[in-house]
């Protein structure tokens, strides 16, 4: 059969009964369906913004105020009866008085202030019970000081102290007359004291840098509690962690994409390696717990063991990351080494590492900054116990007991007082700055050290 047998053959083709520029069913359900994908990533990115938000609102209104806190300012006269009976100046004599001499000096200071501001009398308030306004540290405070400066004694200074747990709350408004009066920790006569040293400038808010330099303090001294001791342990067990997976896992990236060779032992290894990237981390603090401290005898709320534990957990992590940037350098650059005489090793050290690191350092901060936040592991291994005094410097502070920020947060919120809830929030705070800065160092080392071919 020939072309021109074929039925309607040299017949015209029938003409479109639409336009180019008017839109079929087809392509309207096509537009319809791109639009609803389009509304449901932005509802998603919506929902994603408007949860940040609420949670960032959340953190910040009941954190904020834990950086500012409540100060007594008065003269206060420290007398020589009470604190240098035998009027030597002696520091072993002046180191056996107590707090509760101190206290007493506390006291006797709030009571000459009233009678200097004429206040003879606060309703609903017992004249012994003014000095308890102030915070049960700032006795401890006033006897380092005059032990570090014995000169003092004698003299009158205007002095700073730090006001009582409950007093800072009625200042940011968590304390009320309503709820003095069924609290056992404040009294109705206390806070009209207060509003009365209000009114003469001897009572007010300020920033509060004992916050973040200060240790942590009793449950009954919400007001001194810091982040000093957790500030530095975090810092020692990042500088662990930095010092033993970051090199580890390089160097086992580069070999098992550059070296090693594809088999069942090379596959088995990769396999057990993104495994281990998913393992709980409360797994991790089981096998520090069981290898590091039962087993090596490491001391426990160490941050050698801390960051012993988070090196474990942070490798898999560093590794997944570097092959993946080792792997996206185009083997052309691997080719064109080698095509000029350069070794295996050469062109890999010279040419591939350079290209890859804007994604190492990326892989490793990020894996740092997991890290830091982690608290499953740290509790296994104590780290949530009670430490008020410092580490000391490197290396031996590595083996001191310390606290490290998110157990601190966990901490602070198991305890009675609301004001550790305030605490936990500020601590909360200071770890997201911790957290942003060192997304930040990666987002600038990234594209200081970025390459295009």
Known sequence: MTDASLPHAGAARPARK????????????????????????????????????VLLVSIFGGGASSFRQAFVTVPVTFDAAVLDKKGTRDPADLAKVTTIGYAKIIDAAITDWMAANGIASVEGLDPKDAGDIVSREAAAQLRNRVLADPDLIGTTVETRMLANGRIDGYLKGRVSMASAETDSNVS????????????KG?????????????????????????????????????????????????????YLEEFAPKNRWTDLIEVNISNLAAVPSIVYGILGLAIFVNFAGLPMSAPIVGGLVLSLMTLPKIIIPTRAALKAVPPSIRDAALGVGASKMQSIFHHVLPLAMPGILTGTIIGLAQALGETAPLLLIGMVAFVRDFPAAPPSGLFDPASALPVQVYNWTQRADPAFVERASGAIIVLLVFLLAMNAVAIVLRRKFERRW
């Open 18 to 53: 639409s336009s180019l520029l008017e839109l079929d069913a087809r392509t309207r359900s096509r537009n319809a369906a791109e639009r609803r994908f389009r509304a449901y990533g932005l509802a998603a990115v919506s929902a994603g913004v408007i949860a940040l938000i």
């Open 188 to 199: 109705v006569g206390q806070l009209r004291l207060v509003d009365l040293m209000r009114e």
């Open 202 to 254: 001897a009572m007010g808010l300020s920033f509060n840098w004992s916050f973040i330099t200060a240790p942590d303090a009793s449950d009954q001294r919400p007001e001194a509690a810091g982040l000093g001791v957790a500030i530095l342990g975090s810092l020692y067990m990042m500088v662990v962690v930095l010092v033993l997976s970051l090199p580890v896992g390089v160097a086992a990236s580069i």
